[in-house]
């Protein structure tokens, strides 16, 4: 099955019984042109005489974020703004053909268009997610593409990309050197991957194997150390592994709020340690990294 063949196989997820009537809602969404404001919080400033916050709660949980609509504040699990304000001075997408794999809602994508990219999209499978991403973009009304495809599409997509954000998926990957191969050849010839996943402290080329879970997460399956993860890379056919940042996640970052269902960063710990999950492993940290495809 090629790609279009694809796309039309699942533009059918859009008539599932809990994703029609969110679609609905938004095709009745009142239409003008709103003042949109790219910040920390993305802000949509306007009127309605429609009930803004009721439509966005019949599409919870709301994970990426934040918004701000009108007068309704999307106080998202993540406060995303963190992460990627942490990365922003490492990127410029001036001009460049942005892709960003696993974009949820796209509160990232949101944001890039500050820095002028030639053109954005978004990858990720989830109907609910792109129904997220469609009830905010009614207003932003911007030129994002999101393609409810995975990365292991990606190499076969129509463009290649000169810069790919791959933020908090690897680690649900049970094969996370294939999956950083797709992202490789993703890539037009000089391009930069911008990736981040857990990981362990640790000098030895090795990595975590939960048995069951890890805080919580059944589908995560490999936390590695930074010099097994630089491994990964280079036998993906990376040339060029910087390390960025790293940092522990904190209930500032990520908490439980009235717009989610279920649990959240606090119920994942151990509540009498919280350097460790509820399983006994070492608590989720991040390593944020840079990859370069080399022109060969």
Same mark, same amino acid.
């Given at each position: 099955? #090629? *790609?279009e063949e694809i796309r039309?196989?699942?533009?059918?997820?859009m008539?599932?019984? #809990? /994703?029609k009537? *969110?679609?609905?809602?938004?095709a009745?969404?009142e239409?003008? #042109?709103?003042?949109?404001? *790219?910040?920390?919080?993305?802000?949509?400033?306007?009127?309605? =005489?429609?009930?803004?916050?009721d439509?966005?709660r019949?599409?919870?949980?709301?994970?990426?974020g934040?918004?701000? /609509? +009108? !007068?309704?504040?999307i106080?998202t699990?993540w406060?995303?703004?963190?992460?990627?304000? *942490?990365l922003r001075?490492h990127?410029n997408?001036?001009?460049k053909?942005?892709?960003?794999?696993?974009?949820?809602n796209?509160y990232y994508?949101?944001r890039?268009?500050?820095?002028s990219?030639?053109?954005?999209?978004? %990858?990720?499978?989830?109907?609910?997610?792109?129904?997220?991403? &469609? +009830? $905010?973009?009614?207003?932003?009304k911007?030129d994002?593409?999101?393609?409810l495809?995975?990365?292991?599409?990606?190499?076969?997509y129509?463009?290649?990309?000169?810069?790919? %954000?791959?933020?908090?998926?690897?680690?649900?990957?049970? &094969?996370? @050197?294939?999956?950083?191969?797709?992202?490789?050849?993703?890539?037009?010839v000089?391009?930069?991957?911008?990736?981040? =996943? %857990?990981y362990?402290?640790g000098?030895? !080329?090795?990595a975590?194997c939960?048995?069951?879970?890890y805080?919580?997460i059944?589908n995560?399956?490999? @936390?590695?150390?930074?010099?097994?993860l630089? #491994?990964?890379c280079?036998?993906?056919?990376?040339?060029s592994?910087?390390?960025?940042e790293t940092? $522990?996640?904190?209930?500032?970052?990520?908490?439980?709020?009235?717009?989610?269902?279920g649990?959240?960063?606090?119920? +994942?710990?151990?509540?009498?340690?919280?350097?460790?999950?509820?399983?006994?492993?070492?608590?989720p940290a991040r @390593?944020? @990294?840079?990859l370069?495809?080399?022109?060969?």
């Amino acid at each position: 099955m #090629n *790609l279009e063949e694809i796309r039309i196989d699942r533009q059918k997820w859009m008539t599932w019984k #809990n /994703i029609k009537p *969110l679609r609905d809602a938004i095709a009745v969404l009142e239409d003008a #042109n709103f003042e949109v404001e *790219l910040g920390d919080v993305v802000k949509i400033k306007g009127e309605s =005489t429609q009930n803004i916050e009721d439509i966005a709660r019949t599409m919870m949980p709301w994970r990426k974020g934040p918004f701000e /609509i +009108f !007068e309704c504040l999307i106080d998202t699990e993540w406060k995303s703004n963190i992460k990627y304000n *942490l990365l922003r001075k490492h990127f410029n997408l001036k001009d460049k053909r942005v892709a960003d794999i696993g974009c949820n809602n796209g509160y990232y994508l949101f944001r890039m268009q500050e820095d002028s990219p030639k053109s954005l999209v978004g %990858f990720d499978p989830s109907p609910l997610y792109k129904t997220q991403f &469609d +009830f $905010v973009n009614h207003f932003v009304k911007s030129d994002i593409v999101y393609e409810l495809l995975g990365v292991e599409h990606l190499e076969f997509y129509e463009d290649k990309f000169d810069t790919i %954000f791959c933020l908090g998926v690897l680690y649900h990957r049970s &094969d996370p @050197v294939a999956m950083l191969k797709s992202l490789f050849r993703g890539l037009d010839v000089e391009g930069e991957v911008i990736l981040d =996943t %857990f990981y362990i402290e640790g000098d030895d !080329e090795m990595a975590l194997c939960p048995k069951s879970s890890y805080s919580k997460i059944p589908n995560i399956y490999f @936390v590695p150390t930074i010099p097994a993860l630089k #491994n990964w890379c280079l036998r993906a056919g990376f040339s060029s592994f910087e390390v960025l940042e790293t940092s $522990v996640t904190d209930a500032d970052e990520q908490r439980k709020t009235s717009w989610i269902e279920g649990q959240s960063l606090e119920d +994942f710990l151990d509540p009498n340690d919280n350097t460790k999950t509820v399983e006994g492993y070492p608590a989720p940290a991040r @390593v944020y @990294v840079k990859l370069i495809k080399d022109k060969k």
